[in-house]
Every structure is written in structure tokens, then in C-alpha cells.
């Protein structure tokens, strides 16, 4: 137990930090251009429109970050947004006595409509959550399933995506079947093929990535869904990697539930996300969370995210974000993804990486896997980000996933390059 003096201390050295920090927040945001670049450059000088693009984020200008495929970093529009909801619900003075600041009973259409509009879906078929990993657990407790009754999935799903179903399979005895997936996958008729074989009467679900967290690989998911569909077996999508990445829309894809993490490749506030069923499909899900409104249909999906105190302001950055991306507009953003995910696939394979992206163009778009033995890809993170601040993550023992978020430029994918080469002759490996 703290004694007096020492409380005071800690307290004083807890204030010290806090007001340090504040100024130079404020002041990187600050620093920050209020507007985004004109879209006319982007006509004249797409490698300049994305420089001046860079300068939104706070990424430090000497490191290349490399790893969006497991968090994107919230640029000044968004974080802006973030802090005006805090200005705002703090104040605690709203119109109406009854609202509240932390209100997790409401229908927030105000960031659910354009929410709904970015992912092609309608409005009461979307529920604001914190992960596509609270997502999946929903999917997976919300659907009756008996003892024996089957789930197939990839053996390429994020554990926030297989764990929920290997947790139900060891209480309540369904069964998990994982498809594996060719490294790597060459076209979609492979991927339709093994669940196709794998499907039999007892399947129930189809559980499967629409990108993959382990390759990268664009799995074709209208197709899994027809073929879940045609079966009448219940198809649920793990979309973690997807909005911000590039372009879709739910209801053309067809799926019956659909999960993500905007944190990602959005660049939305940590802890937002969000979970899609489709309208036919609501009433077949119970509530994991159950409160005020738990067993009310007329809400429709919105009883999903009815879980008591919520983050709203981090609603406000979700918000933010899909007007970034509608701002700079997702056909320049998936074409930015693509150029740069291809030059450092290209570029990797010319030093004898072997790819486990799939070498379909439309069945990847911005993570390149690479397998690269001997090298132990731990002691080459760690090198890379300690010696150099280039920041990669990868697998063990020798899998790299490059991750090629749009504000990257050439020259930071080579400066990953030089210092990739320079590792591999320190170390003997080539």
C-alpha cells in the first residue's frame, strides 16, 4: 500500500507525464494539413497526391510501417473527430435529460447510415461493435447448432475467428472441420472445390475469411456464399482485413453474416467495428449480450449492440473515417493497395522469396506473404524495427506478411528492401 508521500509522488510524476504528453499530441495534430490534398494532383502526380497524404498521419516520417494488416494507424481527420466527441459528450449538458453520454441503448443511425451505405448493406442489418472478434463470437454462440452439427472453415482463420467455434465445439460438442488452403491459393475454383467436398448433411455453417489473416489471399466469397446458400447452410465471413482495403458490397457478395475491424485498414479509432446479418437471417441469432431490447425484433440488428456503457466517441472517429476514404475515394485507394502490394511482391521474389500470395492479381490485394528460410523472421522483425524502425510482422518461422497501406512510398518499400538485403548479408544468408 502506497503511503502519503508516495502517493503524492506517484501522483505528481502520473500529472507530469499527462501534461507532456498533451502538448505534443496537440501539436503533431496541429501540425497536421487541415485539408486533404486537392484530387487534381492526384490527376497530375499520384505519387505526390500520396506524399501529401502522409503528412495526415502521425507515424514518426523516419519509419516505415509496414503491418496494417494488424493495425492501421488513425489519421488526423479521424483522431480530430475522436476529440470533438469527447468535447462534446463531456460536456454532459444534452438536450435531452435522458441522454447520456455513455448511452449503449440507442439506435445511432447518425453512424450506422453511412456506415451501411460504405458496405452496401441497409441500416437495420448493421450493429456497431467493438471488433470483428466480438463479431465472430456473436455469429458462433447466436446460431442453433446440436452436438455433431458442423462448421467448415479455412485453416487460415485469425484466432478470433476459429477460437469462438473451437470454444462451442469443446462445450457443446459441434464439430469444426478446417479446409486446407493451398499456399499458395492459385485460383477460386480450388477454394470452392475443397468446401465443396468438405460440406456433408451435418454442416451447418460455412465459416471462412474474406481475406486471409495468415496469406493474405482474397477468397471468393460470392461464390462460397451461392454455394453455403444452394445447400441451405448459413455463410458467415470473418471481413477483418476489408473495408478500407477495397471495394465491396455486401449484399452482391450475398453472405449471411459478416464481421469486421474498421481499425485496420480504415484507419477507424481502436475498439470499433461492426457485424452484419442479413435482414432474413436476424431472427435466427440470439443475443450473446442480453439487455434492455434483447428480444425485440423491430429493431433488427441494432439489438446486437445494445451492451450497456459504449465508447461513442470512437462512433465519432468510425464516422471520420468512412468520409476519409469517400473523400480520397476507394478506387484510388485499391489501386494504390495493389500497385505497391505487387512491386514488394515482385520485388521479394526476385530475391528468392517463395510467395504464399496467390499469383491471381484479383486474389490479393494489399498483404504479400513471402516465405523466406533460413532466416528467422523474429530476429529479422526485431533487427528491422530496433536498427531501423521498419516495422513488418510475419509468422514463424520464416513467414513475412508485408502489409502495403495507401501513405506508403516507394522509397520506404525500398528502404525495407536495402535493409532486408543488408540482414541477409550480416547474417551469411545469401
Keep these: 500500500m502506497l503511503d ?47 506524399a501529401e497524404m502522409r503528412k495526415q ?15 492501421g494507424s488513425s489519421p488526423a481527420p479521424v483522431l480530430r473527430a475522436i476529440f470533438e466527441g469527447y468535447n462534446t459528450t463531456e460536456r454532459l449538458d444534452q438536450q435531452d435529460p435522458e441522454d447520456y453520454p455513455i448511452w449503449g441503448y440507442a439506435a445511432w443511425n447518425e453512424f450506422r447510415d453511412p456506415l451501411a451505405e460504405f458496405v452496401g448493406c441497409k441500416r437495420d442489418e448493421i450493429a456497431l461493435l467493438r471488433n470483428a472478434t466480438e463479431a465472430n463470437s456473436y455469429i458462433a454462440n447466436g446460431i442453433d447448432m446440436k452436438a455433431g452439427d458442423e462448421v467448415v472453415m479455412t485453416d487460415q482463420e485469425h484466432p478470433g475467428g476459429e477460437g469462438p467455434w473451437e470454444l462451442r465445439a469443446k462445450r457443446y460438442g459441434i464439430v469444426v472441420k478446417k479446409v486446407p488452403l493451398p499456399k499458395p491459393v492459385r485460383d477460386p475454383n480450388q477454394v470452392l472445390n475443397l468446401f465443396s467436398d468438405a460440406i456433408t448433411p451435418r454442416t451447418r455453417v460455412m465459416f471462412f475469411s474474406h481475406i486471409t489473416t495468415y496469406s493474405g489471399v482474397v477468397l471468393p466469397v460470392k461464390e462460397l456464399s451461392a454455394l ?25 457478395l450475398g453472405c449471411d453474416m459478416y464481421s469486421s475491424s474498421p481499425h485496420k485498414w480504415l484507419q477507424a479509432p481502436k ?53 476519409l476514404a469517400n473523400d480520397i ?12 502490394c505487387d512491386y514488394i511482391l515482385a520485388e521479394m521474389i526476385k530475391r528468392g522469396a517463395e510467395s504464399w500470395t496467390s499469383p491471381d492479381p484479383a486474389m490479393r490485394c494489399a498483404i504479400a506473404t513471402v516465405n523466406v528460410p533460413p532466416i528467422d523472421r523474429i530476429n529479422l522483425e526485431n533487427s528491422l524495427w530496433k536498427q531501423h524502425k ?39 544468408l545469401s
Design 390 to 428: 521498419i516495422r513488418i510482422r510475419g509468422g514463424n518461422p520464416s513467414k513475412l506478411r508485408l502489409s502495403t497501406p495507401y501513405y506508403l512510398s516507394k522509397k520506404d518499400i525500398d528502404r525495407f528492401l536495402e535493409k532486408f538485403d543488408g540482414y541477409k548479408r550480416e547474417k551469411r
Design 228 to 252: 453455403a446458400r444452394s445447400k441451405s447452410i448459413l455463410s458467415a465471413v470473418d471481413g477483418a482485413h476489408v473495408p478500407g482495403m477495397m471495394r465491396f458490397n455486401l449484399h452482391e
Design 57 to 71: 498521419f502521425l507515424i514518426p516520417e523516419e519509419e516505415v510501417y509496414l503491418n496494417n494488416g494488424t493495425v
Design 271 to 323: 475498439g470499433s467495428g461492426f457485424l452484419y446479418v442479413r435482414d432474413e437471417v436476424i431472427d435466427r441469432v440470439w443475443n450473446t449480450i442480453a439487455t434492455e431490447g434483447w428480444d425485440e425484433p423491430k429493431i433488427r440488428a441494432e439489438r446486437f449492440q445494445r451492451i450497456g456503457s459504449s465508447n461513442v466517441p470512437a462512433l465519432w472517429g468510425l464516422r471520420a473515417s468512412i468520409k
Design 329 to 340: 475515394g476507394m478506387d484510388r485507394i485499391e489501386r494504390r493497395h495493389r500497385q505497391l
Design 4 to 50: 502519503r508521500r508516495r502517493f503524492l509522488g506517484a501522483s505528481a510524476t502520473g500529472l507530469a507525464a499527462t501534461l507532456a504528453f498533451r502538448p505534443s499530441l496537440f501539436a503533431q495534430l496541429a501540425k497536421a494539413p487541415a485539408s486533404l490534398p486537392e484530387l487534381s494532383l492526384y490527376d497530375k502526380n499520384e505519387d505526390a497526391y500520396w
